[in-house]
C-alpha cells in the first residue's frame, strides 16, 4: 500500500476530530498510571477506567512497589468500577512485582507479554503510551475500520496489521500516538458496529459504505 494512503486517512481524520492528546494523566507516574489504565481498559469504557483510577490516586496507589504488596481483595475493591476486577487486580500485582525494580529501558515487549493478563493490544499501549517507543497498537476499532474500508481483511492476525501501519508511517511516535486516539474516536462516534456512515469523514473512500449503505 502507497504510504500516502495510510497518512492520507491520518491528516483526513485530525483535520475532522483535531488532535486528541492521548494518554491523559492525573498523577505525578505517569508511567505507572498509564500502565495501569492500560490493564484496567480491557473489555471495558474509558469512563469505568477512570473511576477505579481515581480510586487508586485518592489511596495514593499509582506505586508499583505499593501495589507490589498490596492485599489482593482490598485491589479488587479498588479497582471495581473497571470490571474483571479480581483478573485485572491479580494482572496489576503481577506487573508490579515484576517491574518495581527494573529500569524502564529494559522492559521490553517480551517481558510485557510474560506477565498473565497482558496481550499484545495491552504491551503495545504500555510500550507506546508509557514508554514512548515506537509500537503501532491495534485494537478491534482498527481493524473494523481498516477491514471495511477495503484496506485488508478482517481476519488478518494482530501482527499483519501492526506491521502495515509500521511500514507505510514515519517511525513517530506522536503520530503513532494521535493515530490510535483518532481510530478509536471513529470508531466511538461512526464506525459502529452498525455504522453511521453518511457523516463520516472516511466516507467518500469507503467500500464498505459503497456496497452497504
Ligand atoms: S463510511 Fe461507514 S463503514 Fe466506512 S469508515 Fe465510515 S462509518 Fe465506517
Known amino acids: 500500500m502507497e504510504e500516502s494512503k495510510i497518512l492520507e486517512i491520518y491528516r483526513t481524520l485530525l483535520d475532522f476530530f483535531g488532535y486528541q492528546n492521548w494518554w491523559p494523566v492525573y498523577s505525578d507516574n505517569p508511567f505507572v498510571e498509564i500502565s ?21 490516586i485518592d489511596e495514593d496507589l499509582v ?3 505499593k501495589v507490589s504488596c498490596i492485599h489482593e481483595e482490598k485491589l479488587q475493591e479498588i479497582i471495581k468500577p473497571a470490571g474483571f476486577y ?6 496489576l500485582i503481577e506487573f508490579s512485582r515484576r517491574f518495581k525494580d527494573i ?12 506477565v498473565k493478563g497482558i496481550g499484545k493490544e495491552t504491551a ?4 507506546l503510551y508509557a514508554l514512548n517507543r515506537p509500537y503501532f497498537v491495534v485494537d478491534a476499532y482498527t481493524r473494523r475500520v481498516f477491514s471495511r474500508i477495503g484496506f ?5 492476525s494482530y501482527d499483519e496489521i501492526q506491521e502495515l501501519f509500521e511500514k507505510n508511517l514515519p517511525e513517530d511516535t506522536d ?9 478509536v474516536e471513529l470508531g466511538k462516534s461512526f464506525c459502529r458496529k452498525k455504522p453511521l456512515c453518511k457523516d463520516c469523514p472516511l466516507f467518500a473512500n469507503c467500500k464498505f459504505r459503497i456496497y452497504n449503505v
Not at 479480581?86 to 494482572?91: E, I, V
Request: no cysteine.
Open 124 to 127: 503495545d499501549s504500555i510500550l
Open 63 to 65: 506505586d508499583l512497589e
Open 152 to 156: 485488508f481483511d478482517k481476519n488478518l
Open 86 to 91: 479480581k483478573r485485572k487486580s491479580r494482572t
Open 175 to 183: 503520530i503513532y500516538k494521535e493515530y490510535h486516539a483518532l481510530i
Open 36 to 56: 495501569f489504565g492500560a490493564i484496567l481498559t480491557q473489555n471495558t469504557s474509558w469512563k469505568n477506567v477512570e473511576k477505579a483510577l481515581k480510586n487508586l
Open 103 to 114: 529500569e524502564k529501558d529494559k522492559i521490553t515487549r517480551d517481558l510485557l507479554l510474560s
